[in-house]
């Protein structure tokens, strides 16, 4: 106990004046708990990069309608696809920069550029008019939006290293309700002249453009988070190690030369050998893939016609159902997720969730068999479920990643796991809405008809990425290094 005592004047006497880094650091070192501002800062950030990425599902089926390219009903879906793979493609092509942008330039700068994109390409897709406008805007939406794997790093940084936990996992809870909320949204507020006429009558702007609404309100609400985002800390530090005091080196160097050699070895890791990192990344992609092509599904099988196997829903129908989730996803994570991730670890209860969720999705072609108000009530019992596996898997995940990297490369390590993700999730939409298409043909088949073929197929990613959470695959790496050492 006197050795850690005797670390903490040393440690003090590194800090630069000029330093953002720094001064990040001293204030952490000052406050013992948790800041509410910096959870609201990765909160607000995360919502950002998550609405108008999901946000177009619950309209996209109507709106590539609008278009008039699909020849007969069924094919909608699969025009759909690629204006929802689009977003993910162009992330996927730039994510790896972003990473290395924010590591060389800091996080702050790329925060900022990845928001600003939001407010001018999102509100452009709301202004579509033909189906190759959709998809240019969600490309160049995805391609310039870098947010989210540097701020992977800056929600570790921004915390004390006993509190790093829940920063990362509030960008797990983030995006997790960025799902629910951006749909509803997206459900809600799309082709308002039809369900709002006395708020906006026929031959209105916003019955013009029916699916603008959505989109300006997100769009609107990024632009106040771009401006609050310009007093937010910078936590890369703008100076080398090797300006540090030699007395203060050579001091550090008796009491912790263990921990630096070990420092010194992984300094200059290759990501690409760090196995802990690639096993959890490819994991996490594989749930990514399966997340996005269940949001795509569940929307386009919910508003598609009882012929077809689908539920008949209204976009409110869907807003409501997603909304209802969001509401009981908050409360998990508030109230249960805690207390259960403490007692089976984060990928233990990643496992057996993971297995539950399997005979739930491959109920979902039987509840379409429901009426009513029966139908609602099952329905939104599925969907709460689902969202909370989804998040207690992201959320295990995504917590492996950011703790067996330095901090010096959380940004890179981001960036690729942010790219491999992408692509993934680029192949999702595409590969859901292609298998939806197909089973809504294949009705009177013998094995697997109509919707219960694309719930099987979710279940076959669903069941990969679960044998990948377990061992030999995946591995946790034991704390070796001093940016994770307590």
Known sequence: MEEDHMKEPLLEKQYFKD???????????????????????????????????????????????????????????????????????????????????????????????????????????????SFWMAITTRFLLGSLNGVLGPVKAYATE????????????????????????????????????????????????????????????????????AIACIWIPETLHNHNDSNKSKDDVEALENETDKVEKQRTVQHNENLFMNWPLMSSIIAYSIFALHDIAYQEVFSLWSVSPLGLGGLNFTTDDVGNVLSISG????????????????????????????????????????????????????????????????????????????????????????????????LFKAIGPATGGTILTWSQKRMDASFLPGTQMVFFFLNLVEGLGILLMFKPFLIEKKKTHPDQLH
């Open 158 to 225: 921004l915390f004390r290293e006993e509190h790093q936990a829940i920063g990362l996992s509030t960008v797990s809870v983030a995006w997790g309700i960025g799902l629910i909320i951006g749909p509803a949204l997206g459900g809600y507020l799309s082709q308002p002249a039809q369900k709002y006429p006395k708020i906006f009558p026929k031959y209105s702007f916003c019955d013009k453009f029916p699916y603008f609404l959505p989109c300006f309100i997100i769009s609107g609400f990024a632009l106040t988070v």
């Open 327 to 422: 509401v009981v996803l908050v409360i998990y994570n508030l109230a249960v997720y805690p207390y259960v991730e403490k007692t089976c670890g984060p990928i233990g209860i990643a496992r057996i969730t993971g297995i539950c969720s399997i005979p739930l999705l491959q109920s979902y072609p039987f509840i379409a068999m429901l009426s009513g108000i029966t139908l609602y009530i099952v329905i939104s019992i599925a969907s709460i479920l689902k969202n909370i596996i989804a998040v207690t898997i992201t959320t295990g995940l995504f917590l492996i990643q950011n703790r067996v990297v330095e901090q010096h490369q959380r940004g890179a390590a981001n960036g690729i796991s942010m790219t491999v993700m992408s």
């Open 19 to 129: 330093c953002p880094g720094c001064k990040v650091e001293q204030a952490k070192e000052l406050n013992q708990g948790v800041s509410i501002t910096n959870l609201l800062i990765i909160w607000m950030v995360v919502l950002c990069a998550t609405l108008p990425a999901i946000s177009l599902f619950p309209f996209l089926y109507f709106m590539v309608r609008d278009f008039n390219v699909a020849k007969e009903e069924a094919d909608i879906s699969y025009y759909a696809d690629y204006v929802g793979s689009s977003f993910m493609l162009g992330r996927s092509l730039t994510a790896v920069l972003w990473g290395m942008i924010s590591d060389r330039y800091g996080r702050k700068p790329v925060i900022i550029i990845g928001i600003v994109a939001v407010v001018i390409f999102n509100t452009l897709f709301g202004l579509s008019t």
